[in-house]
């Protein structure tokens, strides 16, 4: 259920507001170009802007517009575990079919604090639950040991590995349990991931180039891997594009040249530099989502 090419979606904004309009066509659109699943309010979403009302909407809008086409897995971590509770208590009110939990930031938890953070919300909410892993982001690495004692409790079914480190995800499928979910958080290791048992990625760049990494995936199930192959180099220069600089800066500044989003951002996020901004127009004319000169 929760495998392929997943969707970090970026959040639009319109004059200090979520645009939900932009949001229902972002969905649309990458439901209609084969994405398996969808993730509101993770990194990519700027959750860390959103007020409380904002982030419970943004969740509860991505379920509505969904359907259930594809599930939506409610980006609901915190550096709080009391918060992580209660805005993963709201999306499975909402009707989330999962939820991703970022590793509590800032507070750097011992191996045994990340255990019992993620054992307390587990016992809260039956929803099953995705753990995430970006130490880039957090400053605190959830070791392959940690990963295989949380793999045991009933409702948390998976992670999301953005460490880039291909002998920690080896380690976490070898030491999880059986069945135990690992998608790629870095979509240039999503191809490699898959080599060795992954299941997926949750995907940045699939929000410009939905189709593109959901072929590569279904091209690896179906045993064609010159094809899975070509796809991964192929998107190579687009996946570089996309962490130019701060990641969601240039995603969403990809999505607003495609006129599929305003360019808004939250501060302390800032507009892209002008010289990324050519770097990032001539790589998205290469791959024909823009015209030339945009």
Known sequence: MFTGSITALVTPFKDGRVDEAAFRRLIEFQISNGTSG????????????LSYEEHNRVIELAIEIANKRVPVIAGTGSNSTDETIMLTKSAEKAGAE???????????PTQQGLYEHYKKVAEEVSIPLILYN?????SVNMLPETVARLSEIKNIIGIKEATGDLKQVSDTIEFSKKGFIVLSGDDFTTLPLLTIGGHGVISVTSNIAPAMMSDMINAFRAGDMDR???????????????????????VKTALAMMGMVGEELRLPLVALSGANRAKLASIMSGFGLVPKGA
Request: hydrophobic fraction near 35%; glycine fraction near 6%; charged fraction near 15%.
């Open 38 to 49: 969808l993730v509101p309010c993770g990194t990519t979403g700027e959750s860390a802007t």
């Open 98 to 108: 999962s939820a991703l939990l970022i590793t509590p930031y800032y507070n750097k």
């Open 134 to 138: 970006v130490p880039g982001r957090t």
């Open 228 to 250: 899975a192959r070509e796809l991964h180099y192929r998107l190579q220069p687009l996946h570089r594009a996309m962490f130019i600089e701060t990641n969601p800066v240039p």
